[in-house]
Protein backbone atom coordinates (compact mmCIF):
# COMPACT_ATOMS: atom_id res chain seq x y z
CA UNK A 1 0.00 0.00 0.00
CA UNK A 2 1.10 3.35 -0.84
CA UNK A 3 0.50 6.44 1.85
CA UNK A 4 0.16 10.19 0.70
CA UNK A 5 2.77 11.56 3.22
CA UNK A 6 2.99 15.32 4.85
CA UNK A 7 6.20 16.33 5.52
CA UNK A 8 5.82 19.66 7.97
CA UNK A 9 8.50 21.15 9.77
CA UNK A 10 7.80 23.14 12.64
CA UNK A 11 9.75 24.58 15.92
CA UNK A 12 10.63 21.50 18.29
CA UNK A 13 9.30 23.37 21.29
CA UNK A 14 5.17 23.21 19.12
CA UNK A 15 6.37 19.36 18.76
CA UNK A 16 3.56 18.36 21.01
CA UNK A 17 0.87 20.45 19.92
CA UNK A 18 1.19 19.44 16.60
CA UNK A 19 1.45 15.92 16.87
CA UNK A 20 -2.11 16.43 19.00
CA UNK A 21 -3.67 18.50 15.89
CA UNK A 22 -2.39 16.07 13.47
CA UNK A 23 -3.66 12.89 15.65
CA UNK A 24 -7.54 13.98 14.77
CA UNK A 25 -7.03 13.49 10.75
CA UNK A 26 -7.91 9.91 9.77
CA UNK A 27 -4.31 8.96 9.80
CA UNK A 28 -2.45 6.03 8.99
CA UNK A 29 0.37 6.59 11.06
CA UNK A 30 2.49 9.65 12.50
CA UNK A 31 6.08 10.22 14.04
CA UNK A 32 7.86 13.25 15.07
CA UNK A 33 11.16 13.60 14.00
CA UNK A 34 12.73 15.91 17.46
CA UNK A 35 16.39 15.44 18.04
CA UNK A 36 15.79 18.57 20.56
CA UNK A 37 16.05 16.10 23.65
CA UNK A 38 18.08 13.80 22.31
CA UNK A 39 20.98 14.07 24.72
CA UNK A 40 18.69 13.43 27.75
CA UNK A 41 17.27 9.89 26.09
CA UNK A 42 18.31 6.97 28.50
CA UNK A 43 20.81 5.48 25.81
CA UNK A 44 23.40 8.34 25.35
CA UNK A 45 23.01 8.93 29.14
CA UNK A 46 23.95 5.54 29.85
CA UNK A 47 26.18 4.94 27.05
CA UNK A 48 27.52 8.03 26.32
CA UNK A 49 27.98 7.60 22.55
CA UNK A 50 25.75 9.41 20.37
CA UNK A 51 26.31 8.84 16.06
CA UNK A 52 28.25 12.94 14.99
CA UNK A 53 25.55 12.94 11.85
CA UNK A 54 22.70 13.51 14.71
CA UNK A 55 24.76 15.74 16.80
CA UNK A 56 24.76 18.29 13.51
CA UNK A 57 21.10 18.29 13.42
CA UNK A 58 19.45 21.31 14.05
CA UNK A 59 17.66 21.12 17.21
CA UNK A 60 15.30 24.07 17.09
CA UNK A 61 13.47 22.22 14.48
CA UNK A 62 11.21 19.43 14.33
CA UNK A 63 9.69 17.45 11.55
CA UNK A 64 6.60 15.82 11.67
CA UNK A 65 6.24 13.16 9.31
CA UNK A 66 2.36 12.37 8.46
CA UNK A 67 1.22 9.35 6.59
CA UNK A 68 -2.76 9.51 5.02
CA UNK A 69 -4.33 6.29 3.46
CA UNK A 70 -5.12 6.28 -0.07
CA UNK A 71 -9.06 7.73 0.73
CA UNK A 72 -7.76 11.21 2.54
CA UNK A 73 -6.91 13.61 -0.08
CA UNK A 74 -3.16 15.12 1.30
CA UNK A 75 -4.41 18.88 -0.01
CA UNK A 76 -7.52 18.31 2.25
CA UNK A 77 -5.57 17.17 5.00
CA UNK A 78 -2.74 19.79 4.59
CA UNK A 79 -5.61 22.63 4.52
CA UNK A 80 -7.23 21.30 7.69
CA UNK A 81 -3.27 21.77 9.16
CA UNK A 82 -3.05 25.01 7.77
CA UNK A 83 -6.23 25.98 9.55
CA UNK A 84 -5.50 24.81 12.81
CA UNK A 85 -1.93 25.48 13.10
CA UNK A 86 -2.93 29.60 12.28
CA UNK A 87 -5.29 28.95 15.52
CA UNK A 88 -2.27 27.25 17.55
CA UNK A 89 0.32 30.00 16.14
CA UNK A 90 2.43 27.28 14.92
CA UNK A 91 4.81 28.82 12.16
CA UNK A 92 5.59 25.82 9.27
CA UNK A 93 6.50 24.84 5.94
CA UNK A 94 4.83 21.67 4.23
CA UNK A 95 6.00 19.02 1.58
CA UNK A 96 3.43 16.46 0.00
CA UNK A 97 4.77 13.41 -1.25
CA UNK A 98 4.39 9.20 -1.01
CA UNK A 99 6.24 6.60 0.47
CA UNK A 100 5.48 2.80 -0.13
CA UNK A 101 4.52 1.03 3.61
CA UNK A 102 7.11 -1.53 3.01
CA UNK A 103 9.65 1.32 2.73
CA UNK A 104 8.55 3.16 5.56
CA UNK A 105 8.47 0.23 7.99
CA UNK A 106 11.96 -1.16 7.19
CA UNK A 107 13.56 2.64 7.65
CA UNK A 108 12.70 3.35 11.01
CA UNK A 109 13.37 0.24 12.57
CA UNK A 110 16.86 1.55 13.09
CA UNK A 111 15.60 3.70 15.58
CA UNK A 112 13.59 1.62 17.50
CA UNK A 113 15.56 -0.03 20.32
CA UNK A 114 14.24 -1.91 23.93
CA UNK A 115 12.93 0.57 25.95
CA UNK A 116 12.13 0.15 29.49
CA UNK A 117 9.26 1.22 31.13
CA UNK A 118 8.01 1.45 34.55
CA UNK A 119 9.72 -1.21 37.36
CA UNK A 120 8.72 -4.06 34.87
CA UNK A 121 7.71 -3.87 31.47
CA UNK A 122 10.50 -4.00 28.55
CA UNK A 123 8.97 -3.47 25.33
CA UNK A 124 11.20 -5.33 22.79
CA UNK A 125 11.34 -4.80 18.96
CA UNK A 126 10.67 -7.96 17.48
CA UNK A 127 13.64 -7.73 15.24
CA UNK A 128 16.07 -7.02 18.22
CA UNK A 129 17.36 -10.03 20.53
CA UNK A 130 17.04 -9.01 24.11
CA UNK A 131 18.77 -10.97 27.18
CA UNK A 132 16.12 -10.81 30.31
CA UNK A 133 16.57 -9.76 33.93
CA UNK A 134 15.39 -10.90 37.16
CA UNK A 135 11.54 -9.31 37.77
CA UNK A 136 11.25 -8.01 33.99
CA UNK A 137 8.69 -8.54 31.92
CA UNK A 138 9.10 -8.68 27.94
CA UNK A 139 6.42 -7.30 25.70
CA UNK A 140 7.45 -7.93 21.74
CA UNK A 141 6.31 -6.00 19.50
CA UNK A 142 6.06 -4.86 15.67
CA UNK A 143 4.30 -1.83 15.71
CA UNK A 144 4.22 -1.34 11.88
CA UNK A 145 2.00 1.29 10.45
CA UNK A 146 -0.35 1.20 13.56
CA UNK A 147 2.27 3.04 15.80
CA UNK A 148 2.01 2.44 19.59
CA UNK A 149 6.45 1.50 20.10
CA UNK A 150 5.74 2.87 24.12
CA UNK A 151 8.36 5.88 23.28
CA UNK A 152 5.84 8.30 23.61
CA UNK A 153 4.68 9.82 26.48
CA UNK A 154 1.23 8.95 26.60
CA UNK A 155 1.93 5.70 26.10
CA UNK A 156 4.48 5.27 28.63
CA UNK A 157 2.81 6.79 31.00
CA UNK A 158 -0.32 4.48 30.40
CA UNK A 159 1.80 1.61 30.63
CA UNK A 160 3.30 3.14 33.84
CA UNK A 161 0.13 2.96 35.39
CA UNK A 162 -1.27 -0.14 34.26
CA UNK A 163 2.01 -2.24 36.36
CA UNK A 164 0.09 -0.74 39.19
CA UNK A 165 -3.49 -1.29 38.35
CA UNK A 166 -4.04 -4.31 36.67
CA UNK A 167 -4.43 -7.74 38.77
CA UNK A 168 -4.89 -11.27 38.05
CA UNK A 169 -7.91 -12.17 36.85
CA UNK A 170 -9.17 -8.92 35.56
CA UNK A 171 -11.12 -7.69 32.68
CA UNK A 172 -9.58 -4.87 30.47
CA UNK A 173 -11.62 -2.82 27.67
CA UNK A 174 -8.87 -0.65 25.61
CA UNK A 175 -10.36 1.94 23.90
CA UNK A 176 -8.10 2.89 20.55
CA UNK A 177 -5.89 -0.41 20.57
CA UNK A 178 -3.53 1.55 17.73
CA UNK A 179 -0.40 -1.17 17.94
CA UNK A 180 -2.48 -3.47 20.67
CA UNK A 181 0.45 -2.26 23.21
CA UNK A 182 -1.56 -1.64 26.43
CA UNK A 183 -3.69 -4.67 25.79
CA UNK A 184 -0.81 -6.99 26.06
CA UNK A 185 0.31 -5.29 28.61
CA UNK A 186 -2.48 -5.92 30.60
CA UNK A 187 -2.03 -9.21 29.52
CA UNK A 188 1.55 -10.13 30.20
CA UNK A 189 0.18 -8.79 33.64
CA UNK A 190 -2.09 -11.08 34.51
CA UNK A 191 -5.21 -10.07 32.58
CA UNK A 192 -8.13 -12.94 32.14
CA UNK A 193 -9.46 -10.85 29.01
CA UNK A 194 -8.88 -8.04 27.42
CA UNK A 195 -11.29 -6.31 24.75
CA UNK A 196 -9.74 -3.69 22.15
CA UNK A 197 -11.31 -1.86 19.88
CA UNK A 198 -10.12 0.62 16.86
CA UNK A 199 -11.56 2.27 14.19
CA UNK A 200 -8.78 1.78 11.97
CA UNK A 201 -8.80 -1.89 10.53
CA UNK A 202 -4.72 -2.18 10.42
CA UNK A 203 -4.55 -1.40 13.72
CA UNK A 204 -6.65 -4.48 14.91
CA UNK A 205 -4.47 -6.58 12.45
CA UNK A 206 -1.60 -5.34 14.13
CA UNK A 207 -2.55 -6.06 17.42
CA UNK A 208 -3.70 -9.23 16.69
CA UNK A 209 -0.07 -9.60 15.31
CA UNK A 210 1.69 -8.57 18.26
CA UNK A 211 -0.50 -10.30 20.48
CA UNK A 212 1.35 -13.59 18.53
CA UNK A 213 4.71 -12.55 19.52
CA UNK A 214 4.17 -12.61 23.47
CA UNK A 215 3.62 -14.78 25.94
CA UNK A 216 0.01 -15.14 28.62
CA UNK A 217 -2.80 -17.16 29.49
CA UNK A 218 -5.64 -14.60 28.86
CA UNK A 219 -7.31 -13.70 26.01
CA UNK A 220 -7.36 -11.09 23.48
CA UNK A 221 -10.55 -10.04 21.70
CA UNK A 222 -9.58 -7.30 19.12
CA UNK A 223 -12.01 -5.57 17.04
CA UNK A 224 -12.64 -3.11 14.36
CA UNK A 225 -15.63 -0.98 15.95
CA UNK A 226 -16.51 2.95 16.70
CA UNK A 227 -17.94 2.51 20.24
CA UNK A 228 -18.78 6.49 20.52
CA UNK A 229 -21.56 5.40 17.39
CA UNK A 230 -22.48 1.79 18.45
CA UNK A 231 -21.78 0.69 21.95
CA UNK A 232 -23.38 -2.81 20.98
CA UNK A 233 -19.89 -4.37 20.81
CA UNK A 234 -19.45 -3.26 24.58
CA UNK A 235 -22.65 -3.93 26.06
CA UNK A 236 -23.77 -6.79 28.56
CA UNK A 237 -20.03 -7.03 30.34
CA UNK A 238 -18.23 -4.79 33.12
CA UNK A 239 -14.64 -4.22 33.09
CA UNK A 240 -12.36 -3.81 36.34
CA UNK A 241 -10.09 -1.79 34.00
CA UNK A 242 -10.72 0.51 31.24
CA UNK A 243 -7.30 2.24 29.22
CA UNK A 244 -8.13 4.80 26.63
CA UNK A 245 -5.15 6.77 25.08
CA UNK A 246 -6.64 8.58 22.71
CA UNK A 247 -7.55 12.31 22.71
CA UNK A 248 -8.95 14.71 24.56
CA UNK A 249 -11.87 15.49 22.15
CA UNK A 250 -12.70 12.17 22.28
CA UNK A 251 -12.00 11.06 25.97
CA UNK A 252 -14.57 14.26 26.70
CA UNK A 253 -17.32 12.14 24.53
CA UNK A 254 -16.58 8.80 26.58
CA UNK A 255 -16.81 9.96 29.76
CA UNK A 256 -20.31 9.98 28.83
CA UNK A 257 -21.62 6.62 28.80
CA UNK A 258 -17.76 4.46 30.02
CA UNK A 259 -18.67 4.43 33.61
CA UNK A 260 -21.36 2.53 32.68
CA UNK A 261 -19.19 -0.40 31.71
CA UNK A 262 -16.83 0.15 34.67
CA UNK A 263 -16.83 -2.39 37.18
CA UNK A 264 -17.44 -1.83 40.90
CA UNK A 265 -14.29 -0.46 41.95
CA UNK A 266 -12.55 -0.32 38.61
CA UNK A 267 -10.26 2.13 37.14
CA UNK A 268 -10.55 4.32 34.21
CA UNK A 269 -7.08 5.21 32.68
CA UNK A 270 -7.08 7.78 30.28
CA UNK A 271 -4.06 9.51 28.77
CA UNK A 272 -3.40 10.98 24.91
CA UNK A 273 -4.42 14.90 26.89
CA UNK A 274 -2.13 17.89 26.47
CA UNK A 275 -1.66 20.08 29.19
CA UNK A 276 -3.86 22.55 27.62
CA UNK A 277 -6.66 21.03 27.52
CA UNK A 278 -6.78 19.91 30.88
CA UNK A 279 -9.67 22.15 32.64
CA UNK A 280 -12.17 20.54 29.46
CA UNK A 281 -11.12 17.43 30.41
CA UNK A 282 -11.38 17.92 34.48
CA UNK A 283 -15.00 19.26 33.58
CA UNK A 284 -16.19 16.36 31.73
CA UNK A 285 -14.69 13.85 34.32
CA UNK A 286 -16.52 15.90 37.04
CA UNK A 287 -19.45 16.21 34.85
CA UNK A 288 -19.90 12.62 34.52
CA UNK A 289 -19.55 11.31 37.87
CA UNK A 290 -15.73 10.08 37.25
CA UNK A 291 -13.30 11.23 41.12
CA UNK A 292 -9.58 11.89 39.78
CA UNK A 293 -7.62 9.34 42.28
CA UNK A 294 -4.23 10.30 40.15
CA UNK A 295 -2.58 12.33 37.62
CA UNK A 296 0.54 11.86 36.34
CA UNK A 297 2.85 14.45 33.18
CA UNK A 298 4.84 14.22 31.27
CA UNK A 299 6.36 16.75 28.74
CA UNK A 300 3.18 18.45 28.62
CA UNK A 301 1.30 15.42 28.62
CA UNK A 302 -1.40 14.29 31.10
CA UNK A 303 -2.52 10.59 32.04
CA UNK A 304 -5.80 10.17 34.46
CA UNK A 305 -6.73 7.35 36.91
CA UNK A 306 -10.64 7.80 37.85
CA UNK A 307 -12.82 6.23 40.01
CA UNK A 308 -16.81 6.61 39.61
Not at 51 to 77: C, F, G, Q, R, W
Not at 107 to 112: G, P, R, S, V
Not at 148 to 169: A, F, M
Request: glycine share 8%.
Amino acid sequence: MTYSELKLNIPSADGETACAIAAMLDIGGIYLEDYSDMLDCEIVKNVGIIDEELLEKDTSVATLHIYLPDHINPAEAAEYLREMFTLSGIKYDCEIGSVDESDYAEAWKQYYKPLHIGEKIVVVPEWEEYEKQDGELILMLDPGMAFGTGSHETTSLCVEVLQKIVKPDDDVLDVGCGSGILSIASLILGAKNVKAFDIDPNAVKVTKENAKLNTFTGTLDAQTANILNDKTPIEGKKYNVIVANIVADIIIRLCGFIGDYLADGGTFITSGIITERRDDVIAAFEANGFTVVEENEKRGWLCFCLKK
